[in-house]
C-alpha cells in the first residue's frame, strides 16, 4: 500500500515562528502536493512539486514556501507563522502521468498558532 | 481557470435511501478527470470514484455511482442504499490534462456534509 507520512498529527506554534512540515511517500511518486482544509472552504491547493527541487504555485502560496531535495519527501515551510495560518495541512501524492491518477493523502497535520 | 462548485453544504439521508451529492465543474481544456473522496471524522482522504472526460460510460463502484453530464458539466456522486458509515465530508474534485499532464494538480469543491440518519 502507498504511504504518505506527515511528521506529525497536532502542532502548536507561536506567532512568528518559522514552521517546518514534513511529508514522506514511499511509492517513487513523482508528484507531491500540500493542501490546506479550513471549514467552508474545503481543499486548496497552496504548491506542488512534479519532481525534485520542482515546484509550482497553487491558489494560495503567501506566506508559505516548500523544499523537495530528495524525490520521497515534500516541506512545507511557514517563514513566520501567523494566527490566519492556524488549519489543517493535508500532504498528498501521485504518480506523474494521464488525467487518472489518483491522489493518495497523509493523515494531515492540525497546526495552531497562537 | 478549473473550477469545482458544490453547492450543498450538508445533506440528511435515512439509512438504505439513495443520495445524489452535486458538483459542477468548468475547464476549457478537452481532456480532464472528475474524482469524488470521501473524509470520515477520522481525517482520512478515501478515494471513491473516478470518470474521464471521454468516458462514454459513467463510472461505477461498488455502490457509488457518478452521473456524467458533460454538456451540463456536472458530475453528481450517487450513494444507493446509504449505510451508517456512509456520513462523512465528500469532496469532488478535478484535474486537466493540461500540456502532457504536467499540470497534474487536483483542485477540490468545498464539500458536502452527509449525514445518514438509522
Known amino acids: 500500500d502507498v504511504k504518505v507520512t506527515q511528521s506529525s498529527r497536532y502542532l502548536v506554534k507561536r506567532t512568528g515562528e518559522k514552521v517546518f512540515l514534513e511529508c514522506v511517500q514511499d511509492m517513487d511518486h513523482e508528484n507531491m502536493f500540500w493542501y490546506r482544509q479550513d471549514p467552508g472552504l474545503g481543499l486548496r491547493l497552496i504548491y506542488f512539486?512534479?519532481?525534485?527541487?520542482?515546484?509550482e504555485k497553487g491558489d494560495i502560496p503567501e506566506g508559505y514556501s516548500v523544499s523537495r531535495e530528495k524525490k520521497e519527501r515534500f516541506s512545507l515551510i511557514l517563514e513566520s507563522a501567523s494566527t490566519n495560518q492556524t488549519s489543517m495541512y493535508l500532504c498528498?501524492?501521485?504518480?506523474?502521468?494521464?488525467?487518472?491518477?489518483?491522489?493518495?493523502f497523509g493523515s494531515g497535520t492540525q497546526l495552531s498558532v497562537l | 481557470a478549473q473550477k469545482i462548485t458544490q453547492t450543498q453544504p450538508g445533506m440528511f439521508v435515512q439509512e438504505k435511501e439513495a443520495v445524489t451529492l452535486d458538483c459542477t465543474y468548468d475547464?476549457?481544456?478537452?481532456?480532464?478527470?472528475l474524482f469524488w473522496y470521501k473524509q470520515p471524522s477520522s481525517g482520512e482522504m478515501i478515494f471513491l470514484i473516478y470518470?474521464?472526460?471521454?468516458?462514454?460510460q459513467n463510472a461505477t463502484e461498488g455502490r457509488y455511482s457518478l452521473n456524467f453530464q458533460k454538456a451540463r458539466k456536472s458530475a453528481n456522486l450517487v450513494i444507493s442504499a446509504s449505510q451508517l458509515g456512509d456520513s462523512a465530508m465528500y469532496f469532488c474534485?478535478?484535474?486537466?490534462?493540461?500540456?502532457?499532464?504536467?499540470?497534474?494538480?487536483?483542485?477540490f469543491g468545498t464539500g458536502t456534509l452527509l449525514a445518514v440518519q438509522p
Open positions: 470518470q474521464g472526460s471521454y468516458d462514454q
Open positions: 512539486s512534479y519532481d525534485v527541487k520542482m515546484k
Open positions: 474534485a478535478m484535474r486537466e490534462e493540461g500540456y502532457g499532464g504536467a499540470t497534474n494538480k487536483l483542485i
Open positions: 498528498a501524492s501521485s504518480l506523474r502521468g494521464p488525467t487518472n491518477e489518483k491522489l493518495f
Open positions: 475547464t476549457s481544456d478537452p481532456s480532464y478527470g
